[in-house]
Structure formats: structure tokens, C-alpha cells
């Protein structure tokens, strides 16, 4: 068997998600070492070794079990202890080679835990609206003139648009960064990943303070509230800090 690894935390004298049950319904184990602990459970080889992996990352159904069980071992350690969530497909050939790599990466390990402790990642997207600039107009255009005029109008709505989004896109995270701890810009989300018809302008992970909650979220509904028509900004997070976890 070989073993799948989902996140590290400080060194835990007791498994901090005893019974709960990972990959393939085998439990999740506490691996420990150099004063750190791995969250691991054993998975079949035949469906992990590097030549499945890359076949089985392009079945969507497969991938979305994976990261389904991936995401909620890392949330229900993260509720308990600070946890370093580590990649998706993390293996190992056993439990000793787990060990081996937190020996390895102790140091930023141990690092990276005392940056993210007590800390939150939050979510921040910002969308533009750009339908209402691209309408066809009722009536065609009367001549060839006519029509690059008004194909001229729809481009400068249309860059008006996307420079107001741009604003209050650069508003929002010049605002959140004394608020947060660090910050982290992604790149921005196609409309087949996130399922709406606007244009993401914005996709910004924001590491917390979990004293610092409150004051976040009120100045991130006060921006929300002040925001240009066509252009919506989404809130997530709580998340454990994946976008901050600066580890292998």
C-alpha cells in the first residue's frame, strides 16, 4: 500500500482527526516525526502509482472524489489544529518515506505553521458584467458607416467597463491588505470553472487573522455595497490556508 498524504500540522501526541475515514474508507493516521505530524492514510497502489495518477487526473469524476476527500480531511483538521494542506496526490511509497519528508522539509514546515497559526484563508473574486455592452441594437445599421461606428461604441463601453471593473478590483485589495496577514493573487477563473456568463477580474486569496474576522468581513461589505453596477464581488472562507502554505 502506499500512502496518501493530505496536510501536516505541529507534532499531535494524538491523532487530531481520529476516525475519520479518508481515501477508499481507510482512516486517516497520524504519521509523526521531527517534531511534526503527518495526516496519511494507505491507498491500493495500483490506483497511485505515477503512471495511474496521470491517467486517472484526467477523469473528472475520479478527480472530484480525490479532491472531494482531500478537502474534507484538511477542513476537519483544520477545525482542531493548524494544518499545512499539502497537494493534491501527495503519495508516498510507505510510511517510513513519510517520515523521511518531514525530516526533510522540517525547517519550512515548521516555518509556514507558525505564519499560517491562527490564521484563516478568505476568498475574494470580482466579476464584471459586460452583456449589456455587447448587445446587438435593435435596429441594424443603415450603412457600412453606420455599422463601424457602432461597432466603435460597443468597444468603448466595453473598455469603459472593464477599466471601472479593473478600479474597483485594485479598490478592494488595496483596502483588504493592512486587514490581512498576507495576501495571494490567482490567476483569474474561466467562465467554464466558475459557471457564470461574467468576466472574473479578480481572484484574490487573503490570509487572516482569526482575531481580525470581524473587521475583514464588515470593510469587505462596505466595499461590497459600494460597488458599480455590473460588477459583484464574492466572498468564501473560511478555508484552511492552501494558498499560503509555501511547501513542496
Given at each position: 500500500?502506499?500512502?496518501?498524504?493530505?496536510?501536516?500540522?505541529?507534532?499531535?501526541?494524538?491523532n487530531?482527526?481520529?476516525?475519520?475515514?479518508?481515501?477508499?474508507?481507510?482512516?486517516?493516521?497520524?504519521?509523526?516525526?521531527?517534531?511534526l505530524?503527518?495526516?496519511a492514510?494507505?491507498?491500493?497502489?495500483?490506483?497511485?502509482?505515477?503512471?495511474?495518477?496521470?491517467?486517472?487526473?484526467?477523469?473528472?469524476?475520479?478527480?472530484?472524489?480525490?479532491?472531494?476527500?482531500?478537502?474534507?480531511?484538511?477542513?476537519?483538521?483544520?477545525?482542531?489544529?493548524?494544518?499545512?494542506?499539502?497537494?493534491?496526490?501527495?503519495?508516498?511509497?510507505?510510511?517510513q518515506?513519510?517520515?523521511?519528508?518531514?525530516?526533510?522539509?522540517?525547517?519550512?514546515?515548521?516555518?509556514?505553521?507558525?505564519?499560517?497559526?491562527?490564521?484563516a484563508?478568505?476568498?475574494?473574486?470580482?466579476?464584471?458584467?459586460?452583456?449589456?455592452?455587447?448587445?446587438?441594437?435593435?435596429?441594424?445599421?443603415?450603412?457600412?458607416?453606420?455599422?463601424?461606428?457602432?461597432?466603435?461604441?460597443?468597444?468603448?463601453?466595453?473598455?469603459?467597463?472593464?477599466?471601472?471593473?479593473?478600479?474597483?478590483?485594485?479598490?478592494?485589495?488595496?483596502?483588504?491588505?493592512?486587514?490581512s496577514?498576507?495576501?495571494?493573487?490567482?490567476?483569474?477563473?474561466?467562465?467554464?470553472l466558475?459557471?457564470?456568463?461574467?468576466?472574473?477580474?479578480?481572484?484574490?486569496?487573503?490570509l487572516?487573522?482569526?482575531?481580525?474576522?470581524?473587521?475583514?468581513l464588515?470593510r469587505?461589505?462596505?466595499?461590497?455595497?459600494?460597488?458599480?453596477?455590473?460588477?459583484?464581488?464574492?466572498?468564501?472562507?473560511?478555508?484552511?490556508?492552501?494558498?499560503?502554505?509555501?511547501?513542496?
Amino acid at each position: 500500500m502506499s500512502w496518501y498524504c493530505y496536510g501536516v500540522t505541529e507534532f499531535a501526541a494524538e491523532n487530531p482527526v481520529e476516525g475519520l475515514a479518508g481515501l477508499r474508507g481507510s482512516p486517516v493516521s497520524a504519521v509523526s516525526g521531527a517534531g511534526l505530524t503527518a495526516l496519511a492514510s494507505p491507498v491500493p497502489d495500483a490506483e497511485f502509482t505515477e503512471a495511474s495518477l496521470e491517467e486517472n487526473l484526467e477523469n473528472l469524476a475520479w478527480l472530484e472524489e480525490i479532491a472531494r476527500v482531500h478537502n474534507t480531511v484538511v477542513a476537519e483538521a483544520s477545525r482542531r489544529t493548524g494544518v499545512l494542506p499539502l497537494r493534491m496526490a501527495t503519495i508516498y511509497r510507505d510510511e517510513q518515506r513519510v517520515r523521511e519528508m518531514l525530516a526533510e522539509h522540517s525547517a519550512q514546515f515548521s516555518e509556514a505553521l507558525q505564519r499560517v497559526r491562527g490564521h484563516a484563508e478568505w476568498g475574494v473574486k470580482v466579476f464584471a458584467s459586460l452583456r449589456d455592452v455587447q448587445q446587438t441594437p435593435a435596429e441594424a445599421p443603415a450603412d457600412g458607416r453606420s455599422y463601424l461606428r457602432q461597432r466603435l461604441r460597443q468597444r468603448q463601453a466595453r473598455n469603459a467597463r472593464t477599466n471601472e471593473a479593473a478600479e474597483v478590483a485594485e479598490r478592494i485589495e488595496r483596502e483588504l491588505a493592512p486587514l490581512s496577514a498576507d495576501l495571494h493573487r490567482h490567476c483569474n477563473q474561466d467562465p467554464a470553472l466558475t459557471g457564470r456568463t461574467d468576466t472574473n477580474i479578480l481572484n484574490l486569496a487573503c490570509l487572516v487573522p482569526d482575531t481580525g474576522r470581524e473587521l475583514f468581513l464588515a470593510r469587505l461589505a462596505e466595499l461590497r455595497r459600494a460597488d458599480a453596477a455590473g460588477i459583484e464581488v464574492e466572498v468564501t472562507g473560511p478555508w484552511a490556508p492552501y494558498s499560503f502554505a509555501g511547501i513542496p
